[in-house]
């Protein structure tokens, strides 16, 4: 196994980091946070029906058929 070296407080910020992410009812309320402030803020308004994003319908976006390029081998 390979170790690495960080400071004491870095790694107790990752762990709380890591013990928040687990917390799925903490995640729920900041998701729902985010929804209001986005809705109040910008009006933006996400749906919980995503039905409309089907490959259908993102394929047929005319502004990504684009040419090839000599870069896409890059």
């Known amino acids: 196994m390979e170790t690495i070296v960080i400071p004491k407080r870095e ?3 990752l762990k709380e980091a890591a013990a ?3 917390d799925a009812v903490f995640l729920q ?3 729902r946070l985010a929804e209001l402030l986005l809705a109040e803020k910008w009006g ?3 749906p919980e029906d995503s039905s409309d994003l ?3 319908s993102i394929a047929g976006v ?3 058929n ?3 390029s000599v870069w896409d081998a890059v």
């Open 11 to 13: 790694y107790e910020i």
């Open 20 to 22: 928040l992410l687990q």
């Open 29 to 31: 309320k900041l998701n």
């Open 44 to 46: 933006i308004v996400m």
């Open 54 to 56: 089907t490959a259908a």
């Open 62 to 64: 005319k502004e990504w």
């Open 66 to 68: 684009t040419e090839r």
